[in-house]
């Protein structure tokens, strides 16, 4: 039998463990004189870089829509904290540093979580949706991503309205597990963020147009059984592209998806054997 680790001996181990990567943030922070982003203001910059809505009530397997009900309260709450923000040249955007703890206190909810690669639940479940959201307007913009964590190579819901390519999400966690991005260009740009009756509403603006547009795609998707073992599989690619000629410069592979499937397959899946 493995021998536990340390966060896995209780309750306890499992908190201090987490206290001690949060700490280390925190330090890491102040040693290397990160430049984080915190000015906001109320006047949009003039020029949508890119824009998208996400839905926010979304049937995932057999997870309680409580829980999706809560998220919507999350997201607005954790929203308030982001909209309006400026990322000058320097600049390096975290969601946890804007956003802080989730707390009941503060006012969040129980929402769904991930745990162990299993749909769990907790205070403050639910932002993924806002970074997904986030990381899916960066990759059309000229921003350098620095820090992104993936669901560890699960596929955990099968598909309900999907819009981006599987493998383009994010995983966070306060604030150790955190989503970053860096302004290494002279344009100056922004966020702007709301949730309504029904979406999670976001764009990215910036002060001049960009030299480039971007398209990000998926190819060869499919799912394989391997050792009795169900996977989707495909790669998401990134094209650059000259905005006044249209040409494609350049077509990035940024993700090679091998997820295990978490969920019972229905009998209208094809399977590769």
Known sequence: MARKLFCELCPFTY???MEKEILKR????????????RERTEASLPVIIYQHNSLIRRRLGNVDM????????????AVSHIDGLIIRPGDTFSVWNLVGRTTKRKGYKEGLTIAKGQPSKGI????????????WLVLHSELTITEHHH?????????????????????????????RFRNDT??????????????LRGELRSTEQQPHT???HAEDEYFSRENGIVYRNGQVFRDIIDRTT?????SQLIRTNHARVMYDCPPSMVIRE
């Open 15 to 17: 908190w201090l463990s």
């Open 151 to 179: 669901h560890d190579g699960l596929d955990l819901f099968p598909d309900f309205g999907r819009q981006i390519p599987f493998g383009t999400g994010t995983s966070i966690s306060y604030n150790y597990i955190d989503y």
């Open 186 to 199: 002279t344009n100056t740009y922004q966020l702007r963020l709301c949730v309504d009756g029904e979406y």
């Open 66 to 77: 409580q829980l999706q009900e809560n998220k919507a309260t999350n997201l607005a709450l």
């Open 26 to 37: 925190h330090l890491k922070d102040i040693r290397t004189k990160t430049q984080l982003a």
């Open 214 to 216: 971007f398209h990000i």
């Open 124 to 135: 403050g479940g639910g932002l993924c949706q806002l970074s997904n959201l986030i990381h």
């Open 246 to 250: 249209g040409q494609c410069l350049e």
